[in-house]
């Protein structure tokens, strides 16, 4: 980013030796008195698929001033900018690209990572790779969906479980965790769901997370230069 050129220099100690490096802790007072100070700071939310030179060209005419919002929001530099609705899919769908079964039945001493199992309606052939007990899930590294309401049998053995899948669906829309009234909700996954309970999807834990990094303060326009200003002079004092 360019706002590393406005930061000193400093040398540093790597395991191959020193060297001269961007000083990254030095931090100007100036922008944590902005940050509390609601004469220079407006709130901002940030529109899907906005990029930080965009929302610092539509205010302040430069899309170089990028900077500031990382500076300004703690969270954006620990997190990095909020992904578009469609860059939020992907990751999503990257990161749990399995298929999750849910069994309401206790799967304690049986369904093991490794296991290779067989829908007997579906057909479908998949390797256990995780178990959430908590949640009834198993989730399936297969060549096909399994199906609500079929049977599992072991391919090994060839042993049919007693028990029917509950649910079936692709890991990116299986629940991660249920709320009540707003608050996460540890269920039973063997008894019947209260109805005010509520699934939260992968996906929709996802979003979540990201919309809560779009709402930010960023600098008046009217008040950046002078901010600016501060803080390159702040930074090489």
């Keep these: 980013m360019s706002y590393f050129k406005n930061f000193p220099n400093t040398l540093y100690t790597f395991s191959s030796g020193d060297a001269i490096t961007t000083n990254l802790a030095a931090y100007a007072e100036i922008l944590d008195q902005v940050r509390i100070s609601s004469t220079f700071y407006q709130d901002y939310h940030i529109m899907n698929g906005e990029r930080p030179d965009h929302v610092a060209f539509k205010f302040y005419n430069d899309p170089q001033l990028h900077w500031v919002f990382f500076l300004m929001n703690p969270v954006l530099r620990e997190n990095g900018w909020p992904m578009s609705s469609e860059e939020i899919l992907s990751k999503v769908k990257k990161d749990h690209p399995n298929h999750t079964i849910t069994i309401n039945e ?38 096909g969906p399994f199906q609500q309401g079929e049977l599992i049998k072991d391919v090994e053995t060839g042993d049919v479980y007693t028990f029917t899948v509950a649910a079936a669906t692709g890991e990116h829309l299986a629940a991660h965790h249920y709320e009540l009234n707003g608050e996460w909700f540890d269920i039973n996954p063997y008894a019947t769901l209260p109805p005010t309970v509520v699934k939260v999807t992968n996906l929709e834990y996802y979003i979540s997370e990201n919309n809560k990094m779009k709402q930010i303060r960023i600098i008046k ?8 200003s501060a803080f390159k002079k702040a930074m090489n004092s």
């Excluded at 326009?221 to 600016?228: E, G, L, M």
């Design 106 to 143: 206790d799967i304690t001493t049986i369904l093991h990572v490794g296991q290779v199992i067989q829908g007997y309606s579906s057909e479908s052939t998949g390797t256990i790779v995780h178990r959430n007990l908590d949640l009834g899930q198993i989730t399936v590294r297969t060549d």
């Design 221 to 228: 326009p009217s008040s950046i230069n002078t901010v600016v």
